[in-house]
């Protein structure tokens, strides 16, 4: 099994910026997709963005699109998400998870899950 570990959620103002990150160990595969999820409460876990483990395919919810930036620091076997021009609706508790290929983007292929961190926007 591959453990995920996210980090520097906060609380932060409306336009502020975050970056999140993902920290992987254990066997993960060049085909894997890292996805980042959010969930708030009474809601169900919802798409944020996915990078191939390996090359420089990215995805991104239409949501983000243009706000938020997903990277990999391939010596550290970390995911980031950069994430600016943050808003209220992005108030929620941000995971990471893993799949075996970046063929679909709900949450139900992904596993893994790192035990997530909190993202805080007020308004």
């Known amino acids: 099994q591959v453990q995920l570990v996210e980090s520097g959620g906060g609380l932060v103002q409306t336009g502020g910026s975050l970056r999140l990150s993902c920290l992987a160990s254990g066997r993960t595969y060049d085909s894997n997709c890292l996805g980042w999820f959010r969930q708030a409460p009474g809601k169900e876990r919802e798409f944020v963005a996915a990078i191939r483990w390996s090359g420089s395919t990215t995805y991104y919810a239409d949501s983000v699109k243009g706000r938020f930036t997903i990277s990999r620091d391939n010596a550290k076997n970390t995911a980031l998400l950069q994430m600016d021009s943050l808003k209220p609706e992005d108030t929620a508790v941000y995971y990471c998870?893993?799949?075996?290929?970046?063929?679909?983007?709900?949450?139900?292929?992904?596993?893994?899950w790192g035990q997530g961190t909190q993202v805080t926007v007020s308004s």
């Open positions: 998870g893993l799949a075996n290929y970046c063929t679909s983007f709900y949450y139900t292929m992904y596993r893994d």
